[in-house]
């Protein structure tokens, strides 16, 4: 992985430093009380924009911006990364497999100038799918290749093949596998339950969402985005979600602003979730304002009660990032305590998302049961 020294990010006029700023969050519900109680940025170019796992990639892209690069390669060699980092285990190499081990990574982009754009879904064995959504994008008359088809496209063009699978993953799927049920064959190591030992470490990752999106204007006004993710932990093979789906995971419109989202690809897919948040911004409204109308519009959608929770609102995670042509910024998530990256005005932050709504507090785990051991199966099957 290519390691971006902080000290080596020495640009004219721009500060790079790792300041985390994080507004406190008021207790709101609705739009007209959301928090943090803040107004977009000032206008001013260039910006960059990116999901709470993307201080490293707004750093680097920024760093290239100014540079003279554009816009595009930018994006993409910010989270690249991110993509190489075994330790993110939402994107790329190291990401969460599906429900048979296998790692399935998705990616697109989108070019503001040229309004073109391009996507890979499903692809294995490839570390930056991002890089392969590019030449996608370059070097084809199509802007999405999956699977099979697509990991030919990128041996084609070079790419190194490699298990994506890092041992800390294989773990963490080894970990599901064995706790899924109490009808099947998997059987943890004895007195293991998911309140003790190793497999506690499982229960905030168990079905995650995680992705990266990031988008930026440069200083003569040219936007491009990009999205990428490992997508849904321990998902049915061959599952897509927004990331690769251009117009869902992520929009560019060159004459208005882009936007991208994270959270659940469902959920953005069928509100066509970032080209709305795009066609908001160009009807008038904020970057913040058109994120969270488009969150209304999920929230009002969300019908089916296995998606519902006992308050009747979403039980999972949408989160959505805009910038303006003009350099006006902003993201808003369906709840509380959400956090993105951005570089702009000279500085590298961490600010807080508006939100609809306030999450409940974090509940303690519950005490260790007396025995958590399980019986395994009978030969015959259980009664």
């Known amino acids: 992985m290519a390691d971006v020294s902080r000290r080596e990010f020495l640009v004219t006029g721009l500060a790079a430093a790792g300041t985390s700023l994080v507004s406190s969050t008021a207790g709101a519900q609705m739009r007209t009380e959301t928090a943090p109680m803040r107004t977009d940025a000032p206008p001013g170019r260039p910006v960059v924009i990116s999901s709470g796992n993307g201080l490293r990639a707004t750093e680097r892209a920024m760093q290239l911006i100014v540079q003279g690069q554009d816009p595009l390669h930018a994006v993409v060699e910010g989270v690249v990364i991110v993509e190489e980092d075994p330790k993110d285990q939402s994107v790329g190499y190291?990401?969460?497999?599906?429900?048979?081990?296998?790692?399935?990574?998705?990616?697109?982009?989108?070019?503001?100038?040229?309004?073109?754009?391009g996507a890979v879904a499903a692809l294995r064995n490839i570390k930056t799918p991002s890089r392969v959504a590019k030449l996608v994008m370059e070097r084809t008359d199509h802007v999405l290749l999956v699977g099979e088809g697509a990991l030919r496209f990128a041996r084609a063009h070079g790419f190194e093949e490699v298990n994506l699978l890092t041992e800390e993953s294989r773990r963490m799927w080894l970990k599901w596998k064995e706790h899924l049920s109490d009808e099947d064959d998997w059987i943890p190591p004895e007195g293991e339950t998911e309140e003790n030992g190793p497999v506690a470490a499982l229960h905030p990752s168990r079905r995650t969402y995680g992705t990266i999106n990031c988008c930026a204007v440069d200083a003569a006004g040219n936007l491009a985005g990009v999205t990428t993710t490992s997508g849904l932990a321990f998902k049915i093979p061959g599952r897509v979600g927004d990331s690769p789906i251009i117009g869902a995971g992520l929009y560019v419109d060159n004459e208005v602003g882009a936007a991208g989202a994270t959270g659940r690809g469902e959920a953005v897919i069928l509100s066509g979730g970032s080209r709305s948040v795009v066609e908001h911004m160009r009807r008038g409204l904020s970057p913040q304002d058109a994120c969270l109308e488009v969150l209304h519009y999920i929230a009002a959608k969300t019908l089916d009660p296995r998606l519902l929770n006992a308050e009747g609102r979403p039980n999972f995670g949408v989160t959505?990032?805009?910038?303006?042509?003009?350099?006006?910024?902003?993201?808003?998530?369906?709840?509380?305590?959400?956090?993105?990256a951005v570089f702009a005005e000279?500085?590298?932050?961490?600010?807080?998302?508006?939100?609809?709504?306030?999450?409940?507090?974090?509940?303690?785990?519950?005490?260790?049961?007396?025995?958590?051991?399980?019986?395994?199966?009978?030969a015959a099957g259980n009664p």
């Open 94 to 117: 190291g990401g969460l497999p599906n429900e048979d081990g296998i790692v399935e990574l998705d990616a697109s982009v989108m070019h503001g100038p040229t309004h073109r754009g």
């Open 320 to 340: 959505f990032y805009a910038v303006a042509k003009d350099g006006r910024f902003g993201s808003a998530s369906l709840w509380s305590r959400g956090q993105y």
């Open 346 to 378: 000279g500085r590298n932050r961490l600010e807080s998302c508006a939100y609809l709504y306030e999450s409940p507090p974090e509940k303690p785990r519950p005490e260790k049961p007396k025995s958590g051991k399980r019986q395994p199966n009978s």
